[in-house]
C-alpha cells in the first residue's frame, strides 16, 4: 500500500485512546515498556494497554507532536510522539489518581500491511508520569525536570506527501550523526564525536524523566552523554535500527535495544553496574532546520533497563512510601 494510506490508517491510532480495532490486525504483535512488554492480537492490547489507561484518564486527549511515515527495510513505517493529556480519575500501575492535568510522554512505531497495523512498538514514561504525582521513581537529576514541548506550530505533524530530496536529507543527516559522530566516541573524550557538525547552535535534546531535557551542545555534553559514558564505556548506539522512517524534515528511529554496551563504569541513575553487557530500549524523533538537527526528543525504557540489572523500580509505586506531592509539567 502507499504511504499516505498507510499514514490515515496509522492516525486513528496516534490520536485516541479508542482507536478503530477494525485497523488492528488479528495477529497484532505489541511491544510495549516494562512491565506491559509484550501483547498478542489486538483485543489483547486493547485489554492490556488501551483499557486501563482509559479506566485512569477516561477525558485524556492523545496528543501527537511529531507524526511521519515511510518505507524502511521493506516495510512501510509510521512513527509519532508526544502526549496523552488529562486528568487521572483512578490509578494507573500504582501511579495514584488527582486533581490537575497530567501528561504522559508516549512514543509509538506502527508497521502497516495490507490495510492493516500489524506491529506496535510502544513506549511510556512512567516515571515522568509518577513524578507529576509525587512520586520520583529516580534519582535527582541535572537535565531540565520538565515534560518537553513538540516543534512549534504542529509543523513536524507530517499529514501530507513531502519532498523525497527533503526526507532522503534528514534521514543522511541523521545517519551520519549516529555513525560518524555518536559511534566514533574516543574514549571518554566526548568532544571526539565532533557533533557539532550535525546540530544547530540552539539545539534542543529532550530525554525521559531521570535524565531530562539539555539546550545547547556544552549540556547535551554533560547532562545527556557525560553520565552515559561514564556508566557504560564504549557504548554505542545499534545499527541498523529495527525502524528508521524520514519524511520532509523529520525522522524517528527506534532499536529494540537502541543503545548496546557494558555496564562496567559509575552506577547509572542510582543503579550499580552489572559488570556485564547491557541493552536499553530507545526511540528517537528527530527535526531538522536547514542543513542541520534542530531537536531529538527521546524515550528509553529506564524501567525495563533496571530490572536487567535486578532493580524494581516499580516498586516505588506499590509500596506506598510516596509524598502526596503534585507536580505541574
Known sequence: MDIQSAKEIAWGMATTLRPDMSRLSEDLL??????????GGGEETDKLILEPLRRAMPRARKRPYIFLGSEYGGSIWIATTGNIEGEMEASWLG???????????????????????????CLFDIPGLAAQAGIEMLPKFEGLAHIPKGPKDGEAVIRMPQDPAESDKTRLLVTEMITNG????????LRSQRLERFWTDDMAWHGPWGIGSSYGIDQFYRFAQSPSVKSFPGRRGSWPKLAFPAEGPTAAFTGWPGLIGEFTGEPFRGIEPTYGPIGQTVMDFYFRRGDRLAENWVLIDLVKFASDCGVDLMSKLRDGSYKSLERNC
Open 182 to 189: 555518536c559511534n566514533r566516541l574516543n574514549g571518554s573524550d
Open 30 to 39: 505489541f511491544y510495549g515498556p516494562a512491565p506491559i512488554e509484550f501483547a
Open 95 to 121: 501511579i495514584p489518581a488527582g486533581q490537575g492535568l497530567r501528561k504522559l510522554r508516549f512514543g509509538e512505531f506502527y508497521r502497516v500491511d495490507g490495510e492493516r497495523i500489524v506491529e506496535i512498538r
